[in-house]
């Protein structure tokens, strides 16, 4: 297995990116010595502790006595970023001393060196137990109960994290608030289920009636056999909790834990009077399922070893289960994991290839793209202003919503490449807003697929939601728009405007009289914004046809838009079909992104620098594969820090083993 | 790495506790109840407003005991002996190297010490909040020790380009450094959970198992912790506490019977014109109506300290960034985090001042309200301190010095209202608190970066 992997890191050593030199000869160079003099002579005038210009000290790497390397190492993500930029050209800026291709080389390949020497393919990282989010808790109800509860509107919110999702562990809570709602959520649940005939047998499928012959027999063995034999009833209780508690704990219910849900059951059945007590009791137990940290937080259990482990096969089964269905795994997945083969890469690539099939799999898709892409709140906050836009109506956002949705899953499961997120011919409509894009021929409230005759709408850039979700609330934001394309497709976010920018360009030329020109000119005119902005604006521009609620338009009123405009790295456009063909060129740059996302999303931990070598196996195998979705989704959930985990006190189990 | 990065938490969350120095307990005596003693409880509230405010309206002109209210306080005429306006507070901590324009300027607006810059991995708001403080300190004999009240689900995603999540503009309430508080954001549901049982025709809830079923959890999150290595066990032990919680509000039958015998006639009108008024709003207004929505939650907080449900709470008037659409108020067309980046333009600045307005008037109602409502020898606002602040001064320019800060209310005697005041330059925001934590019988040495109290607010 290790001969294996130490195989795939160097193969990948050998294919890295331009970015990363590509001989690495062990030799006596001190990189730091190479280093230290050219830092100080190209960076730190800038990139000191109180000015940080784009953010960033470089000197504070070089602060202190030695070190040196680890905290390099340490900021890995921001030196990776630090040489692509040395490498473009783009630092040193123009104006500040000329850097020479012989210093430039000497920086990129001292760097390169320190961070390569410290990435090995053995550390899998681990991830905190967490929480349910409220997505999941929602599908998981739907799945282990039958019924539809609204966690969203009933649960305090909770915020995202990492890559900026909401699965991510560290910004998920419980406190005496959420705790207090999940109570009330498990009574609410056990009450709606009980008060449905056909839910309640889903559940209880053998009913044990609480009748006189029963009652007759389980007196007659507590005579006979004493009070702590089995009962009749318990016998019925068991066959209820255990298959529920299993499913809802996503692994066998413990012997012992099967004494404890017994033992409150038989606390409210003995408790309880009348002819109903036996599905009063299983409403209490089950409850308690509900709100057992079992159910609640998805974890993984510690082995008392100190190098990396395999997780158990219902571990794996079940970050498989929330990764694709974002509930628990269903009755298929629970019996190979049980099998136990599940860590076989055979059979996760068989098992992922169901799941994508089942349509549970479009909530998948539904969570991460409209996370990803920022809109899966487009269907409550109305950014665009009412009055400006009264067409922006409920319905009419619930359908651009249902477009993404619609076509990233289409993507997903039939076309199978994700290059087609950028470019492609086609989109999901209904009639509703296929009016607003002014498309004939869509009829009906359902969603069809709908070719794009030399229309440039084609894309995730073509969609009423992202384009109304960059926009301010009365008018188009070349700025923003910009922005989201560099964050969210090709990875390369543009540093925040320093303190004292105070005023944004955009705003300032938003006179109702300036020109689409005057805006050009103005945003890029001041020394301060002018690097940003070259990134961010003309990208914005190439949008410009778009207007705030993701119309097509020519013109504003009289003055035509002028949507032509050059990328910092030379690509000249003109409008969206264009600026799409050259972002849809840009692969390394969206698999990245890509990859970084889809990582954060179903390991539910941030990318570190140390995970470099598993992010450039996935980008490979994007490029290799032609971006097939399925095979990345195979490749991820195959990968090494998707299978296994570290603990996080080592040393603890030491300790132990000493004594 | 990791092994550093997690006793570094740990030893911080023990720093968040060692902050607050003994008190001198000047709490209820066994047996009694806080309703038959001569001396009323003092509730503090933190009214938040985000992006803050348009700065040449706000400050008014004269300092001291004699001034002029600016148009934006102009809402505060009622109320104008009972407020301080305090200038040139600032909080040091919201300066440091990688902060932002927001988020590192509204999380740790309670907490007066930098955030942890970070998209989740390691969220940190520099220390516990003052309003955690005082509820850890002075919440035991109420039946929330607070309450922490929103008009905004917390922001969804990160902000890529400037490292934090954007929980960090969403929460000024932090239980311990590494824990914020859950907001409600509905004022049903925020009523409900205080109230509904105190409506005339409310039926008692049948609770009969719920300690049994606390304890089968309990048994299992005990079984868990046992299986979990350092950083897990310290995220369930949010669980425990929350759970623990929980039995203690159903445990404490004389806290609730104590909380119920103080529902009078008087209280319960109260309760049902507000009960009437929330299910009107939800069945024609919701989401509708920004100003209805906001002053039914400053009731419901209003209430809660009225009947001493509890005698702490926040207030989020919008998370930071928000750009909540002001289009409704007369004058203004556009939403409230764009039109704070005015660009110094007049017709820009107006619309930005208008929107300042509406938030003080929402304040202005609520000290109001609190005024209208007998409280002992006096009345609710008499034994309150009410602050309303912002992260920001300009928020064209993100600028966190001589942060908007007013309080309202008497203190219970301890605070003099009805004053301008003028500090000293970069005077620390947790002097304030300093001088609160005075008035609410709990001194502190120091909190966060203070220097000492602001002696002139005192009596």
Redesign the interface.
């Known amino acids: 297995m290790k001969t294996q992997i130490y195989l795939t890191a160097f193969i990948i050593f050998a294919t890295l990116s331009n970015t990363i030199a590509l001989v690495l000869e062990e030799s006596d160079v001190d990189h730091i010595e190479v280093l230290m003099p050219l830092a100080e002579k190209h960076c730190f005038s800038c990139h000191h502790?109180?000015k940080?210009s784009g953010?960033l000290?470089v000197k504070?790497y070089f602060m202190g006595i030695n070190d040196f390397e680890k905290r390099i190492v340490?900021g890995g993500k921001v030196w990776q970023h630090i040489i692509q930029t040395v490498q473009s050209g783009e630092m040193p800026p123009a104006g500040e001393p000329h850097m020479t291709q012989k210093e430039r080389e000497a920086f990129i390949y001292s760097v390169n060196s320190i961070l390569l020497r410290s990435l090995s393919a053995n550390d899998p990282g681990?991830v905190?137990?967490r929480r349910l989010s409220h997505t999941e808790y929602e599908y998981t109800i739907l799945n282990l109960v039958g019924v539809s509860f609204d966690a969203k509107?009933?649960f305090?919110?909770?915020?995202?994290?990492?890559?900026?999702f909401?699965n991510?562990?560290?910004?998920l809570?419980?406190?005496?608030?959420?705790?207090?709602r999940y109570?009330d959520a498990a009574e609410e649940i056990m009450d709606l289920a009980y008060a449905n005939p056909e839910i309640w047998q889903g559940i209880v499928s053998k009913p044990y009636k609480d009748s006189l012959w029963n009652r007759f027999t389980n007196w007659l063995s507590n005579i006979f056999l004493g009070k702590n034999h089995t009962g009749k009833h318990e016998i019925a209780a068991e066959e209820v909790i255990v298959p529920f508690a299993s499913n809802a704990f996503r692994r066998f219910l413990k012997p012992?834990?099967k004494q404890?849900?017994l033992?409150?059951f038989k606390?409210?059945y003995d408790?309880t009077k009348g002819n109903d007590r036996f599905n009063v009791a299983i409403k209490?137990t089950l409850?308690?399922v509900l709100?057992?940290?079992?159910f609640?937080?998805r974890?993984e259990?510690?082995q008392p070893v100190d190098h990396a482990y395999a997780l158990s096969n219902f571990e794996l089964a079940s970050r498989l289960s929330f990764f694709l269905w974002s509930t628990f795994p269903d009755k298929e997945l629970f019996e190979v994991a049980y099998r136990g083969n599940l860590q076989d890469p055979v059979v996760i690539r068989n098992q992922v290839k169901r799941m994508l099939k089942d349509e549970k799999s479009k909530r998948f898709s539904e969570s991460f793209s409209t996370?990803w892409f920022?809109v899966?709140?487009f269907r409550e906050d109305?950014?665009a202003?009412?009055?400006r836009y009264p067409e922006m109506t409920a319905s009419l956002r619930e359908a651009m919503y249902n477009e993404l949705v619609e076509y990233f899953h289409h993507v997903l499961t039939d076309r199978k490449n994700f290059l087609d997120l950028i470019d492609s011919d086609y989109t999901f409509l209904n009639e509703e807003l296929a009016n607003h894009y002014e498309i004939e021929g869509v009829e009906g409230a359902g969603f069809q697929k709908v070719a794009l005759h030399n229309n440039p709408r084609g894309g995730i850039l073509g969609m009423g939601s992202v384009l109304t979700a960059t926009s301010?609330?009365?008018r188009t934001s070349p700025v923003l728009r910009g922005?989201w394309v560099l964050?969210e497709i090709l990875g390369t976010?543009?540093?925040?405007p320093p303190?004292d920018a105070?005023?944004?360009p955009e705003?300032?030329a938003a006179d109702k009289n300036a020109s689409i020109r005057d805006l050009l000119t103005f945003h890029r005119s001041k020394p301060a914004c002018i690097n940003c902005h070259q990134k961010m604006d003309p990208i914005g521009f190439g949008l410009e046809n778009f207007d705030a609620v993701g119309r097509w338009r020519d013109s504003y009123g009289l003055d035509p838009i002028v949507a032509w405009d050059t990328l910092p790295s030379g690509e000249v456009f003109n409008g969206p079909s264009e600026l799409k063909k050259i972002l849809a060129g840009k692969k390394d740059l969206f698999a990245r992104t890509l990859s970084e996302k889809a990582f954060t999303y179903a390991i539910g931990?941030?990318v570190e620098f140390k995970d470099e070598l598993y992010i450039q196996g996935l980008i490979k195998n994007l490029i290799e594969n032609d971006f097939n979705t399925e095979e990345f989704i195979i490749a991820l959930a195959t990968s090494y820090p998707f299978r296994y985990k570290v603990?996080?006190?080592a040393?603890?189990f030491k300790i132990l083993a000493k004594n | 790495m990791g092994n550093w990065h997690i006793s570094r938490r740990r030893m911080l969350k023990g720093l968040g506790a060692t902050i607050a120095l003994p008190f001198l307990q000047a709490m209820v005596p066994p047996g009694m109840s806080v309703y038959n003693m001569a001396k009323k409880p003092i509730r503090f509230a933190c009214l938040f407003m985000p992006n803050g405010v348009n700065k040449f309206h706000w400050t008014p002109e004269q300092y001291g005991r004699n001034f002029e209210l600016t148009s934006t306080l102009r809402p505060l005429s009622n109320v104008k002996n009972d407020i301080l306006i305090l200038n040139n507070l600032m909080n040091k901590g919201s300066i440091f190297p990688g902060a932002d324009g927001h988020y590192a300027k509204t999380a740790n607006l309670l907490t007066g010490l930098p955030i942890y810059q970070t998209v989740g991995d390691n969220l940190h708001s520099g220390g516990i909040s003052f309003d955690q403080l005082i509820a850890k300190h002075k919440g035991q004999d109420t039946l929330l020790d607070s309450v922490q009240y929103g008009m905004e689900r917390i922001n969804a995603g990160i902000d890529g380009a400037v490292g934090f999540t954007r929980l960090y503009g969403s929460t000024i309430s932090w239980k311990t450094p590494t824990q914020p508080c859950s907001r409600e954001i509905e004022p049903r549901m925020a009523f409900d959970r205080l109230f509904r049982s105190s409506l005339p025709d409310s039926k008692p809830k049948n609770d009969k198992w719920k300690k049994s079923v606390l304890d089968i959890v309990k048994e299992d999150a005990d079984a868990l912790q046992r299986k979990l290595g350092r950083a897990d066990q310290d995220k369930l032990e949010e669980y425990l506490e929350s759970i623990r919680s929980i039995e203690k509000r159903i445990d404490n039958e004389e806290k609730i019977k104590s909380f119920e015998k103080q529902i009078t006639p008087e209280i319960q009108k109260e309760l049902v014109g507000l009960n009437l008024r929330i299910d009107e709003f939800n069945e024609t207004f919701i989401g509708v109506d920004i100003t209805e929505k906001t002053r039914q939650m400053l009731d419901i907080m209003a209430l809660a300290f009225w009947t001493d449900a509890t005698r702490v709470g926040t207030f989020m008037f919008g998370n930071s960034v928000s750009n909540r659409n002001f289009s409704f108020l007369p004058g203004v067309q556009g939403s409230h985090h764009q039109l704070s980046h005015h660009q110094n333009l007049e017709d820009q600045m107006e619309q930005y001042r208008i929107i300042n307005e509406w938030h003080v008037n929402q304040y202005a109602y609520f000290l109001e309200k609190l005024k209208s409502l007998p409280d002992g020898d006096s009345n609710l606002l008499d034994n309150s301190m009410v602050m309303f602040c912002s992260g920001l001064r300009d928020g064209n320019a993100h600028s966190p010095y001589n942060l908007p800060i007013l309080v309202g209310g008497k203190g219970g005697g301890g605070l003099r209202p009805g004053q301008n005041l003028d500090f000293e330059k970069n005077t620390p925001l947790a002097n304030l608190y300093l001088s609160m934590a005075r008035v609410l019988d709990m001194p502190l040495e120091c909190f966060a970066d203070s220097t000492g109290e602001l002696c002139e607010i005192h009596v």
């Not at chain 1, 809570?173 to 207090?180: H, R």
């Not at chain 1, 976010?493 to 925040?496: D, E, K, N, R, V």
């Open positions: 502790d109180t940080r953010g000290s504070s340490r681990r905190v137990i509107s009933r305090p919110s909770d915020g995202s994290g990492g890559a900026g909401d991510f562990p560290n910004t809570f419980v406190t005496p608030l959420k705790m207090e109570y012992e834990e404890t849900y033992t409150l606390e409210v408790g209490e409850k308690a709100i057992s940290p079992n609640l937080y974890y259990e510690e996370q920022g899966n709140r109305v950014t202003d009412p009055e301010l609330p009365i922005k964050e976010p543009a540093p925040p303190p105070g005023e944004l705003e300032a931990r941030n603990n996080d006190g040393e603890k």
